[in-house]
T-cell receptor, first 112, second 117 residues
Framework: ETGVTQTPRHLVMGMTNKKSLKCEQH?????MYWYKQSAKKPLELMFV???????ENNSVPSRFSPECPNSSHLFLHLHTLQPEDSALYLC???????????FGSGTRLTVV | AQTVTQSQPEMSVQEAETVTLSCTYD???????LFWYKQPPSRQMILVIR??????QNATENRFSVNFQKAAKSFSLKISDSQLGDAAMYFC??????????????FGKGTLLTVNP
């Protein structure tokens, strides 16, 4: 365990379902991130939260909705997803302005 | 925009031998961080080594070392005495040191390293 916990590890959902991914860290970090990792593509930054405020949204479709209720928790709410949204979703945290990220183990999402 | 390029999609090495993974990047910044991350089949992204651009000395962590060439914008990773547990996808990553987007970690596409017994 690295200190960043993601649940669930695996998720299969239909295109009409609504589900949420959860990320939790107790490292004292003040920035959190969602990345999408698809086969044969670079990791894609989706959202950045700094001090619980969203500071970046990289043209992500509205069917992905992030939420950061406090500095330790980050959610990704999913609804009406498409099969091409199937991927590994990685959460990470860091201290603002310094150093590298600490990653969770990811949620493997399959949309059927 | 910053970009990170890993030109070797796959590499292989014999156990106990040395292998070097290549990475180049493009940036107009003068201060930044560079990282190598390892992602084994367990999917956990693990930080292997980091380098601050203002430091001339190459970073070293046990069997892992880097060759940082700032002028050439090159950041290669050398793994010495390779072990079976080193088999993984390796990602090179860049992060600006300051400015409004200093949170963003930009990754290369990765190099899949196989270690042969």
């Amino acid at each position: 365990e690295t200190g960043v916990t993601q649940t669930p590890r695996h998720l299969v959902m239909g295109m009409t379902n609504k589900k949420s991914l959860k990320c939790e860290q107790h490292l004292g970090h003040n920035a959190m991130y969602w990345y999408k990792q698809s086969a044969k593509k670079p990791l894609e930054l989706m959202f950045v939260y700094s001090l619980e405020e969203r500071v970046e949204n990289n043209s992500v479709p509205s069917r992905f909705s992030p939420e950061c209720p406090n500095s330790s928790h980050l959610f990704l709410h999913l609804h009406t997803l498409q099969p091409e949204d199937s991927a590994l979703y990685l959460c990470a945290s860091s201290l603002r302005g310094s150093g590298g990220y600490t990653f969770g183990s990811g949620t493997r999402l399959t949309v059927v | 925009a910053q970009t990170v390029t890993q030109s070797q999609p796959e590499m292989s090495v014999q156990e106990a031998e040395t292998v070097t993974l290549s990475c180049t990047y493009d940036t107009s910044e003068s201060d930044y961080y560079l990282f190598w991350y390892k992602q084994p089949p367990s999917r956990q992204m693990i930080l292997v080594i980091r380098q601050e651009a203002y430091k001339q000395q190459n970073a070293t962590e046990n069997r892992f070392s880097v060759n940082f060439q700032k002028a050439a914008k090159s950041f290669s990773l050398k793994i010495s005495d390779s072990q079976l547990g080193d088999a993984a996808m390796y990602f090179c990553a860049y992060r600006a040191y300051s400015g409004g987007s200093n949170y963003k970690l930009t990754f290369g596409k990765g190099t899949l390293l196989t270690v042969n017994p």
